[in-house]
């Protein structure tokens, strides 16, 4: 696997990470948590060192699950975490809003260090800009953090660029992670470019736009009702069909190329800037493998300036999120 540096930090990660929230929150997990350890298992046996949680997913089950199973690989691997939300108060999933006062940030912080099982969290997110608090306050806390030890670096998630500059004017940000993919490229007006300019590495998570970029979600497919895509307007039949332009062009890309929509996808992003770390999700060996093959694909200058110009005759339709959480990001 090869690795690359989250921007000007030294903080060296597998090319594609793990997005580990899947196996314990959001809809039904596949498999039993020894299986699900296993599978973490294995991803670091094929090279991913670099893992995505939460405080949120589960809430902190997803943490716990992340914690045991890499215990064995302390100082290999990379682990992300956030802080952010208000949750509910019965411990039952979601949350109540969000809470990012530097009180509830070291309470994070303090719980997280035990259920992930180190002495140093390796990348702190704030999962969502809180309006109450100052951005700066945000980071003051955090660098308290760095400085103590309980925490080596710093993040954002779905921030501004306004957000990202105050706050790196505090603290260095190491990396920002918003969702970013062929279908959602908004980070591409501001946050992208900040990150550049100010040498901070970019986490895209859902890279292969929830599912629907595999090529294997359609009109046809129907969700849980614990699965989100249920509520996501992006997913509705009529919005699949016409999205679907996106994936003819992916397999006809493929059919070029010998690989596969799921590779395609990250690929891309890889092939965007060299501090473009994707984290897909996955639960299953099958869809592990295929995705770290992505790794491989190679995509010219050329090929990329063929991908954009056939990007701009689609309009993806659809919301990507209902407006209940669309209104959480920082735009």
Not at 157 to 175: C, G, K
Not at 199 to 220: A, M, N, Q
């Amino acid at each position: 696997m090869q690795k690359r540096k989250l921007g000007s930090s030294n903080l060296e990660v597998s090319a594609l990470g793990l997005g580990c929230m899947r196996m314990s929150f959001g809809d039904a997990p596949v498999g039993t948590r020894q299986e699900m350890i296993a599978f973490l298992h294995a991803a670091v046996d094929r090279g991913i060192i670099f893992f995505d949680t939460a405080e949120v997913y589960g809430p902190c089950t997803n943490e716990e699950l992340v914690g045991e199973a890499l215990e064995p690989f302390r100082g290999q691997v990379v682990i992300a975490t956030k802080f952010g939300f208000r949750l509910n108060p019965d411990g039952s999933p979601g949350f109540t809003g969000l809470n990012s006062r530097p009180e509830r940030i070291r309470q994070v912080a303090e719980e997280s260090l035990t259920r992930l099982r180190v002495e140093a969290i390796d990348l702190f997110y704030q999962h969502r800009v809180d309006p109450e608090v100052p951005t700066e306050e945000v980071a003051g806390t955090v660098q308290d953090l760095i400085q103590e030890g309980k925490v080596r670096h710093f993040g954002l998630s779905e921030a501004s660029a306004e957000t990202i500059r105050r706050a790196h004017a505090v603290q260095p940000v190491t990396a920002v992670q918003s969702e970013y993919s062929m279908w959602w490229r908004a980070p591409e007006e501001g946050a992208l470019p900040t990150c550049e300019e100010l040498g901070i590495g970019f986490v895209p998570y859902s890279p292969l736009g929830k599912g629907f970029l595999t090529g294997k979600v359609d009109e046809s497919t129907t969700f849980a009702d614990n699965d989100i895509r249920a509520r996501i307007p992006r997913f509705s039949p009529e919005a699949m069909k016409a999205n679907w332009a996106l994936i003819d062009l992916l397999n006809q890309i493929g059919e070029e190329k010998g690989a596969t929509p799921a590779q395609l996808a990250p690929a891309w992003l890889l092939a965007q800037k060299p501090w473009i770390v994707p984290i897909p999700g996955s639960r299953k060996l099958e869809r592990l493998e295929e995705n770290i093959a992505a790794v491989d694909v190679e995509l010219t200058p050329d090929d990329l300036r063929e991908i954009d110009r056939a990007l701009s005759e689609i309009t993806i339709q659809g919301d990507r999120y209902p407006k209940d959480i669309a209104r959480q990001s920082d735009r």
